[in-house]
């Protein structure tokens, strides 16, 4: 990211998407094909990150954009990143459609990962670049194993029992794992 | 012998919830307890913010140039009441997308796996709260398995003179089935026959549309659909 299109740009970016997302609150069909054209390729990128099928990923991006259509009114504009509200509806709805289809085996990861070949929108603009930063770090923070239970609970949807029977540990060091190192994460975060 | 677990803080409850790894009994407390207590729900939230950037380091992907069209037909004004055609893919739409229109629920509802049982031995089985689509709830059907009856309550159900609200129940297959009108103002318990019982699941999104008076008369809805909402097990 150059000057031109640094901390300014992204925040003008923000401000428009959520200016998009307030006209969709208020019925504007063109505000939600604004929203669609500029986040497009990332929550698509995600539903097929975490379903790992792309005709799953093609239902799961039409149904996060009607649920947007239908809740936009649930979006509040003071919230530092719209990009991040839609990205979590977008996680949320994906992991939920992959417990629906009974955790049948899908493509690894990788193979979702190649699918993902297009970068035709700059939307790393909308993102907010120091939290992504500062979160990495702080998951950095954490010990190998616990930073992976988090990754994989974050994107493969697991359970803590799933967790536990995948990283081959008793369900309660799991859960001590987790709990002890979301707090920790969250004490970095706020504290740095 | 396994040590007895150390019960989650609210804290600690509240991350676990956002990044998805309670499931069964401890999702669904979890759940109960954002609804009952707004500082939670808020903390859930607030976890959510700090989860998601972790987002942004997937990859975009374009969708198919056909994904556009597929949403601006569902979001289409249906050309009349009459119109069933469209009235029928948003109603399809509905059922698979209304888990995230009941707005208040909405936090709530992202999380619901759709796999989790939908009748619970200690039930009072589910709930589901049907909002419009740029408002907030307007009526509440709570779902005893005991009776076979939905309760349903309205908030604000403004039915025009001359007409008349009736509740549907729309399970996995996407084909609306009449549960009968209700009453806009006063509860209502709309009894289940044994024939529908099967399709009250988790899966099932309740709806109301305004009919003609005394119902609609072709046994699909056939007037507009002014709320809807998933339901939920608690």
Redesign the interface.
């Known amino acids: 990211m150059d000057d031109a299109t640094g901390k300014s740009g992204a925040d003008e970016a923000r401000a428009q998407l959520s200016a998009a997302l307030s006209r969709v609150?208020?019925?504007d069909?063109a505000a939600?094909?604004d929203v669609?054209e500029r986040t497009?390729?990332?929550l698509?990128?995600?539903c097929?990150?975490i379903s790992g099928d792309r005709q799953g990923?093609?239902d799961i991006?039409?149904?996060v954009?009607?649920?947007?259509?239908?809740?936009?009114?649930?979006f509040d504009t003071k919230?530092?990143?719209p990009i991040?509200?839609l990205?979590?509806?977008?996680?949320?709805?994906a992991?939920?459609?992959k417990?629906?289809q009974?955790r049948r085996q899908v493509e690894p990861v990788e193979a979702a990962?190649q699918?993902?070949?297009?970068?035709?929108?700059a939307?790393?603009l909308l993102?907010?670049?120091e939290?992504?930063g500062?979160?990495?770090d702080c998951?950095g923070t954490l010990e190998d194993r616990h930073e992976e239970a988090?990754?994989r609970?974050?994107?493969d949807?697991?359970?803590?029992?799933e967790?536990a029977q995948a990283m081959a540990v008793?369900l309660?060091t799991m859960?001590?794992w987790?709990?002890r190192s979301?707090?920790r994460?969250?004490d970095c975060?706020e504290n740095g | 012998m396994?040590?007895p677990?150390?019960p989650?803080t609210d804290?600690?409850l509240a991350?676990?919830l956002a990044?998805?790894?309670?499931?069964g009994a401890e999702r669904a407390a979890a759940e109960r307890h954002m609804l009952a207590d707004p500082v939670f729900a808020r903390e859930v939230e607030a976890?959510?913010?700090?989860?998601?950037?972790?987002?942004?380091?997937?990859?975009?992907?374009?969708?198919?140039k056909t994904?556009?069209p597929?949403?601006?037909a569902?979001?289409?004004p249906a050309a009349s009441v009459d119109d069933v055609v469209v009235q029928m893919q948003r109603w399809r739409?509905l059922a698979?997308?209304?888990?995230?229109?009941a707005?208040?629920l909405?936090a709530f509802l992202?999380?619901?796996?759709?796999?989790m049982p939908a009748l619970q031995p200690e039930g009072p089985a589910m709930v589901a709260q049907l909002s419009a689509?740029?408002?907030g709830a307007v009526l509440l059907a709570a779902w005893h398995q005991d009776r076979s009856v939905f309760r349903v309550t309205p908030a604000a159900l403004p039915v025009p003179a001359g007409r008349s609200p009736e509740l549907w129940l729309i399970p996995a297959d996407g084909r609306p089935r009449s549960l009968g009108l209700i009453n806009p103002t006063g509860q209502t318990d709309v009894v289940i026959n044994a024939e529908l019982l099967p399709l009250v699941t988790g899966e099932a999104t309740l709806a109301i549309s305004i009919e003609p008076r005394g119902g609609s008369p072709t046994g699909q809805p056939t007037g507009p659909v002014v709320a809807s909402g998933k339901m939920s097990v608690i």
């Open positions: 609150a208020a019925g069909r939600l094909r669609y497009s390729a990332k698509f990128g995600i097929l990150r990923a093609e991006l039409q149904d954009y009607v649920s947007v259509w239908g809740r936009a009114g649930g919230r530092a990143s991040t509200w990205a979590t509806i977008a996680r949320n709805r992991i939920d459609w417990r629906a009974g990962m699918l993902a070949d297009e970068r035709p929108l939307t790393e993102l907010a670049e939290e992504r500062r979160l990495s998951l988090i990754r609970a974050f994107f949807g697991l359970t803590y029992a967790l008793p309660g859960k001590s987790m709990r979301l707090m994460l969250k975060l | 396994a040590e677990e150390e989650a804290q600690e991350a676990e990044l998805g790894v309670l499931d976890w959510r913010e700090r989860l998601g950037p972790m987002l942004a380091a997937v990859p975009d992907a374009a969708p198919p994904l556009w597929r949403i601006e569902v979001i289409a739409t698979v997308g209304s888990m995230a229109l707005a208040s909405g992202l999380f619901r796996p759709a796999d689509e740029n408002a």
